[in-house]
């Protein structure tokens, strides 16, 4: 295997709490994700999924261990990341056209060229007749759509995806995830994709990484040997899938059981 | 709106839905009519027999040479407009306050809204800055304008000094609380798409802000004309707070009405320009939100 675009050796992160001992969000993360590579992540909830993510963007700093980028240590954020945020982050006082343009915009491209090019990707992700609304005119599903197409007007060789599709209905994820195969394919893009719905994690991943329960470190990693291109509706159905699926499943299982425990001790 | 709804869509769902909508719309929209109607029938009375009212005490109970009656306010309005005041026409008073309370305006809200703007997204100096701005929006800011009188003299200057002041601190202190409730998520996204800290400032925090800001520009003006007036009360040559002075002076009610009335139609037509252009500014946010803070 190449080098490694994202390295993350021995990572821990630690908040300050307001009062006691600093609370461990993950501890000992080691995991390297290549370019090219779509790594999808789950976890039981509150475990420290997000939080992986924003040592990786570099929204935060490591409190212990390395996190790299392409080889070099992670100070601010590095070139060619894109994120999409577990919240809605899409700007509500632009247009969709305009939310999508931001990026270009920011790096430096005219209004005319920032915007032709986001005209593209908004046509891309579905919205084109929604180019002129607000925010608030739009369904969830379709705001996730700006997002994502705000993250891929970048042409991002790094994406951070944090349960992007979460907040979808049934039918929309899987149009969706569809789309986000395909817009992906060719991209050579490296994707870590947080989510907590296992089967979107195989059915989209290359390889799915399982975290314990809080605070997180890697429990195991999985290699999904499903061929590309893929049609989620169909992959789901296939025998190798429901095999992976129960091996994951496994694993993630116990950890889901422990947090829930814990949870319930705590509360 | 539902115009441009409607050609845009090339949804069928989306359509449909619009189009449900838009059936029940002209029942409400004659409701609302013949609401409005109702409202305006009702303050139009209540204006009515408040001003009947104080014609007849003032005529027949009370000693209208303290009180006034709306008559006598009247004339004293068209007197001015028709052959000017003591101090030449009402037109030089009106514009002179007006300049004054417009720079004060217009120099307080910019300091109010950049000092406000950088305090709040600048933690250390805040946390400087904190007991300082304390101390000194306790300060009873009206006696401020005799100072200003001493330091610029009876000229312009001094009155728009004493606007500045009070609009500064209406507006600054919203724009420091609107700078600091910008919402993380935003300034990091914007920060991932590559943004640089300027550009953070320029297309998050300022648009974010701009509500908060709004929200105090609408008595800001008010502030000003206050300032104004009550600076050309403390010594002036010129201005409606001139006039209205002379008149307490002259043990002329009905003139300290007129001057009242004068200020008050200023102050509402700065209010409805301000109005119009938060409409304009603020056209990304949802119609209920927007709702009530229109007037
Ligand atoms: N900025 C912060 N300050 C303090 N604690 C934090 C902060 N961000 C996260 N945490 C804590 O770190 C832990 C992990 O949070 P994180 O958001 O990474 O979980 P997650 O796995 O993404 O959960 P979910 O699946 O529900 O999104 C939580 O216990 C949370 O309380
Ligand atoms: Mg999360």
Redesign the pocket.
């Known amino acids: 295997m190449n080098d490694p675009v994202i390295e993350l050796r021995g990572a821990t992160k630690r908040?300050p709490?307001g009062s006691g001992p600093a609370?461990t969000?993950?501890r000992e993360l080691t995991m390297q994700v290549a370019a090219g590579e779509f790594v999808a992540v789950v976890?039981p909830?509150?475990?420290?999924?997000?939080?992986?993510l924003s040592l990786v963007s570099g929204l935060e700093p490591a409190s212990e261990g390395e996190v790299l980028v392409r080889g070099e240590r992670v100070r601010s954020i590095p070139r060619g990341v894109g994120y999409m945020f577990?919240n809605d982050a899409i700007l509500p006082w632009r247009s969709v056209l305009d939310n999508v343009a931001a990026g270009p915009r920011y790096r430096g491209a005219s209004k005319a060229a920032a915007r032709a090019k986001a005209a593209t990707w908004v046509e891309r992700v579905g919205l084109a007749g929604f180019a002129k609304y607000y925010p608030h005119q739009l369904s969830g599903g379709m705001r996730k759509r700006v997002a994502l197409a705000q993250t891929l007007v970048n042409e991002p060789e790094i994406m951070l995806m944090?349960?992007p599709f979460s907040a979808l209905d049934v039918q929309t994820r899987a149009l969706m995830q569809d789309e986000l195969l395909r817009l992906w394919a060719g991209t050579g893009a490296a994707v870590v994709f947080?989510t907590?719905d296992l089967e979107e994690a195989i059915a989209l991943a290359d390889r799915v990484v399982v975290m314990t329960a809080?605070p997180?470190t890697v429990k195991g990693v999985f290699a999904v040997p499903l061929s590309r291109p893929r049609n989620v509706e169909e992959v789901r159905l296939t025998a190798e899938f429901l095999e992976i699926y129960r091996e994951v499943w496994e694993s993630l299982r116990v950890e889901v059981a422990r947090a829930r425990e814990e949870a319930s001790r705590v509360g | 709106m539902s115009g441009e709804h409607l050609s845009t869509v090339d949804n069928g769902a989306v359509a449909m839905a619009a189009e449900q909508r838009s059936a029940g719309v002209p029942d409400l929209v004659a409701r609302r009519r013949r609401r409005r109607g109702a409202v305006w029938a009702v303050r139009l009375a209540a204006v009515v027999v408040w001003l009947v009212g104080w014609q007849l005490t003032a005529t027949y109970w009370i000693d209208p040479f303290y009180y006034s009656k709306p008559t006598a306010i009247w004339s004293r309005l068209v007197g001015w407009f028709s052959h000017g005041t003591a101090f030449g026409s009402i037109w030089t008073q009106i514009a002179v306050t007006l300049e004054e309370a417009v720079f004060g305006f217009a120099i307080g809200a910019v300091a109010g809204v950049v000092l406000g703007i950088v305090l709040g997204r600048a933690r250390f100096l805040a946390e400087v800055a904190a007991p300082f701005i304390k101390a000194a929006n306790a300060v009873p800011r009206i006696v401020l304008a005799s100072l200003f009188i001493i330091w610029f003299g009876l000229g312009m200057s001094s009155k728009v000094a004493t606007a500045m002041v009070l609009v500064f601190f209406a507006v600054f202190f919203n724009a420091f609380q609107g700078a600091r409730e910008v919402d993380r998520n935003l300034v990091d996204n914007a920060r991932i798409l590559g943004a640089s800290r300027i550009s953070v400032l320029r297309t998050i925090v300022v648009p974010s802000a701009t509500s908060w800001i709004f929200a105090s520009l609408h008595s800001a003006f008010g502030f000003a004309l206050i300032g104004a007036v009550v600076g050309e009360f403390t010594g002036a040559d010129k201005g409606l707070g001139l006039l209205i002075n002379n008149a307490q002076g002259t043990f002329d009610s009905a003139g300290i009405y007129a001057g009242m009335i004068v200020v008050t139609v200023l102050a509402l037509v700065a209010e409805w320009l301000i109005s119009t252009a938060e409409k304009r500014l603020l056209r990304w946010r949802p119609p209920a939100a927007s709702a009530d803070v229109q007037t």
């Open positions: 908040f709490s609370h969000a993950v976890g909830t509150g475990c420290g999924k997000s939080t992986t577990q944090d349960e947080v907590h809080s997180a």
